[in-house]
């Protein structure tokens, strides 16, 4: 497989990259995303998957179908089997809906399978080049903790999270700066812009750059994006049914890289009846599917917050999937919107009638399935994306069903653990002078 920018001139032009470039490089040069050139032809080989197939098992066959010429096929598999120590579950909830569960990994949430295998597979090319990195994050909150947990004790990289100071829940503090090792927390005396600016700055920093390999884990990275088509594949696979007719995917979606992962599996040969794209008020997707025209704005706060973005990023990715045609985006993807008293109403009618509890992300998904069924009269199967554990989101859930649900064990763990973090002032000359002095 190789990569182009997503603003390459689809006629021509532009020089495809291989994984290990787009991997290490996250953005393209031009500010495009990275989207393979040409999307592989796995249908047959899907086909041949054993129903019985763990989820490393699958991952490393179709892994090593799209990298393996690469890297070659021992590390395609390798990373998968390193990377993938936990596994997406099946959850029935009603006739024709299941549940597909990402939230057992470390941090509980779906992006802990993006973040591991791209945390596994630079230790695995960095080591076959003999070679060092050091990765700098900024986050809000959710991304940091799940890049963190991913890159513990990863030989040859250094992880350096940036964070604003009082400004991210202490659940997801203790996650950040608990990891320790090759896992440094910066806690900045600042805003969660002041800590993307530093990290833009390093990037561009003539010192660093001679200094040091520097890398960056954001979520448009594609070595986080297409890990994610695995578990589409998976959810085929595993579901119970009478046929093996396809399914349709309800995807809970905020910047739609796990939704654009959906559709690279279909693209691969994954058959499916379809997609949802289920967001809360910040609609700017479904918007766009109604009336074809894109208008990214501030977001809104919601309960369901991974979710809010107000210019999705994956859009671009999904323009170039479907070559720039809203008709043809409109066939395979539906757009639903779910508010804030919806969500909530959802959460309590599933803990009655189910008695089970479900985060708020994954409530607007299960809404938005059901509202799709009565709206189409659709009687096939609808597999809808479970992107967070419960006991992630305890306050909004609680609120909502008047029950608290347990805390993950993953999680209770990093609660009781001593946070260790270097206080920085959001200052280039404090945060280069801390690099050099740690990693060159
Ligand atoms: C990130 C996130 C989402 C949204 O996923 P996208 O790939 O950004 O569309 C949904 N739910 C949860 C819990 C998340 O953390």
Not at 206 to 220: G, H, K, W
Not at 222 to 233: N, S, T
Request: charged share 20%; aromatic share 8%.
């Amino acid at each position: 497989m190789k990569f182009l920018s997503s603003r390459a001139d689809p006629a021509g032009g532009g020089s495809p990259v291989s994984f290990r470039q787009a991997v290490f490089s996250g953005l393209s040069p031009d500010g495009g995303l990275y989207v393979p050139v040409e999307q592989p032809e796995l249908g047959s080989r899907i086909a041949a998957i054993s129903k019985q197939a763990s989820f490393p098992e699958l991952a490393a066959a179709i892994v090593a179908e799209l990298v393996g010429e690469e890297l070659g096929g021992e590390t395609a598999r390798r990373i998968c089997e390193r990377a993938f120590t936990f596994a997406p579950a099946m959850q029935p909830l009603e006739d024709g809906l299941t549940l597909l569960e990402l939230f057992h990994g470390p941090t509980c949430a779906f992006k802990d399978f993006g973040a591991s295998f791209l945390a596994t597979s630079m230790e695995e090319i960095l080591r076959q080049e003999g070679r060092r990195a050091v990765i700098l994050v900024a986050t809000s909150g959710d991304t940091g903790s799940a890049v963190a947990q991913a890159f513990a004790g990863k030989q040859n990289v250094e992880v350096v999270v940036l964070y604003p100071s009082g400004r991210i829940s202490s659940l997801q503090e203790q996650q950040l700066t608990t990891v320790g090792g090759n896992v440094t927390a910066l806690e900045i005396q600042g805003s969660f812009d002041d800590c993307q600016r530093l990290v833009k700055q390093a990037f561009m920093d003539p010192e660093l750059r001679r200094t040091l390999t520097l890398s960056s884990a954001n979520s448009i990275n594609l070595g986080r994006l297409l890990p994610q088509a695995l578990y589409y594949i998976y959810g085929h696979l595993q579901l119970e049914r009478g046929t093996d007719e396809p399914l349709l995917y309800c995807v809970p979606s905020g910047n739609f890289g796990n939704l654009t992962a959906g559709v690279y599996a279909w693209q691969w040969g994954l058959p499916v009846a379809g997609f949802i794209a289920a967001t809360n008020v910040n609609d700017v997707i479904p918007e766009y599917l109604l009336t074809g025209r894109f208008r990214p704005r501030s977001s809104l706060k919601t309960i369901s917050n991974a979710m809010d973005v107000g210019d999705p990023s994956n859009f671009e990715r999904l323009q170039v999937a479907f070559g720039g045609s809203v008709g043809q985006m409109r066939k395979w993807i539906r757009g639903i919107r779910i508010t804030d008293p919806e969500t909530r109403r959802t959460m309590r009618r599933v803990y009655e009638e189910a008695g089970m509890l479900i985060d708020p992300h994954t409530a607007v998904g299960v809404l938005a399935a059901r509202r799709y069924r009565e709206q189409t009269g659709y009687r096939g199967q609808i597999l809808s994306l479970a992107t967070a554990h419960p006991g992630k989101f305890l306050d909004t859930v609680r609120e909502a069903t008047g029950v608290t649900p347990d805390l993950p064990a993953a999680l209770t763990e990093a609660l009781s653990k001593e946070k260790q973090a270097v206080a920085l002032k959001p200052s280039l000359d404090l945060l280069r002078g801390f690099l050099l002095d740690r990693y060159s």
